[in-house]
Nanobody, 124 residues
Framework: QVQLVESGGGLVQAGGSVRLSCVGS????????LGWFRQAPGKEREHVAS????????EYADSVKGRFTISRDNIKNTVYLQMNSLKPEDTAVYYC?????????????????WGQGTQVTVSS
């Protein structure tokens, strides 16, 4: 398993930008598919973005496509989520997750390593 720690969340004005980071330790980071998920109060946890082991393949939720960018640095054992043009509906707890060689990337159920989450609040 890999241990994951998120950072970078906070309060931001609508239209602003935030970069989330997630640092992994305890395993071979480059072997893992990585994902960002979010959960707002009263809503289901949803896929935001994911990235394959090499960083070549990326998947995005339709709601964030063109605004968010996922990237990874396997030397630093870190995955990032750059969030631009933020909207109030982006407000949620954001989680990073990792799994080795999943069949799919966008389902939370396939991930077996999770960070504790970081709150992102977008104000009007």
């Amino acid at each position: 398993q890999v241990q994951l720690v998120e950072s970078g969340g906070g309060l931001v004005q609508a239209g602003g930008s935030v970069r989330l980071s997630c640092v992994g330790s305890g395993s071979i980071f480059r072997r893992y598919v990585l994902g960002w998920f979010r959960q707002a109060p009263g809503k289901e946890r949803e896929h935001v973005a994911s990235i394959n082991q090499s960083g070549v393949r990326k998947e995005y939720a339709d709601s964030v496509k063109g605004r968010f960018t996922i990237s990874r640095d396997n030397i630093k054992n870190t995955v990032y989520l750059q969030m631009n043009s933020l909207k109030p509906e982006d407000t949620a707890v954001y989680y990073c997750a990792a799994v080795q060689h999943p069949r799919v990337f966008t389902s939370a159920s396939v991930y077996d390593n999770w960070g504790q989450g970081t709150q992102v609040t977008v104000s009007s």
